[in-house]
């Protein structure tokens, strides 16, 4: 199986903020690594796919790069709708996620 | 609108059988690879099994916690997706979503379920 190692498992951030999340993958998976967001009690969204394309609707402040075993998530100025959790994974084998990145307010 | 709805949620002991169900609509569903992915309380997302759909033969694939305890399945005419699951242990307790994949088949989920709580105890 492919291991998603994902950091910080949380950060504190104001918003405004820019954020950045890093995720890595034990082995190559070329681009295969989404983003997910996860807020308390709803199913998770897609926001980012095969490692930078932006999902439709999804504001553009949010963005994915990397490729290979090395992937990062950004939030270019964070807003209120998104403290919440974030999750990569990858989808070359079969899917594993990250643990998750949980921001909070600062 | 692409919508689904999972059901069967519930309280089982141990060692016993649930089925889970997961209605679609909005989309040509015979087309699209659908997954379950659990969440455990206060843990993350835990991908459970896809099944494939008509243009790769319905195939089927599960993670190794739930192989030989879980069937998938699907019946296009009810455009609905089900999760057997059988010898639950409480390792099993879980939200259960159901996940569409965004294109033929390629395990990116862009549509989910609200999900169905799964809780195993005696």
């Known amino acids: 199986d492919i291991q998603m190692t994902q950091s910080p498992s949380s950060l504190s951030a104001s918003v405004g903020d820019r954020v950045t999340i890093t995720c890595q993958a034990s082995?190559?998976?070329?681009?295969?690594l989404n983003w997910y967001q996860q807020r308390p009690g709803k199913a998770p969204e897609l926001l980012i796919y095969?490692?930078?394309n932006l999902e439709t609707g999804v504001p553009s402040r949010f963005s994915g790069s990397g490729s290979g075993t090395d992937f990062t998530f950004t939030i270019s100025s964070l807003q209120p709708q998104d403290f919440a959790t974030y999750y990569c994974?990858?989808?070359?084998?079969?899917?594993?996620f990250g643990q998750g990145t949980k921001v909070e307010v600062k | 609108e692409v919508q689904l709805l999972e059901s069967g949620g519930g309280l089982v002991q141990p060692g016993g059988s649930l089925r889970l169900s997961c209605s679609v609509s909005?989309?040509?569903?015979?087309?699209?690879?659908l997954s379950w992915v659990r969440q455990a309380p206060g843990k993350g997302l835990e991908w459970v099994s896809a099944?494939?759909?008509?243009?790769?033969?319905?195939?089927?694939w599960y993670v190794d916690s739930v192989r030989g305890r879980f069937t998938i399945s699907r019946d296009n005419s009810r455009n609905t997706v089900y999760l057997q699951m059988n010898s639950l242990r409480a390792e099993d307790t879980a939200v259960y979503y159901c996940?569409?994949?965004?294109?033929?088949?390629?395990?990116?989920?862009?549509?989910w379920g609200q999900g169905t709580m799964v809780t195993v105890s005696s």
């Open positions: 996940a569409k994949d965004k294109r033929f088949p390629d395990d990116v989920f862009d549509i």
């Open positions: 909005g989309f040509t569903f015979s087309n699209y690879a």
């Open positions: 099944i494939s759909g008509a243009g790769d033969g319905y195939r089927t």
């Open positions: 082995q190559d998976i070329r681009k295969s």
């Open positions: 095969d490692a930078s």
């Open positions: 994974q990858q989808n070359v084998g079969l899917p594993t």
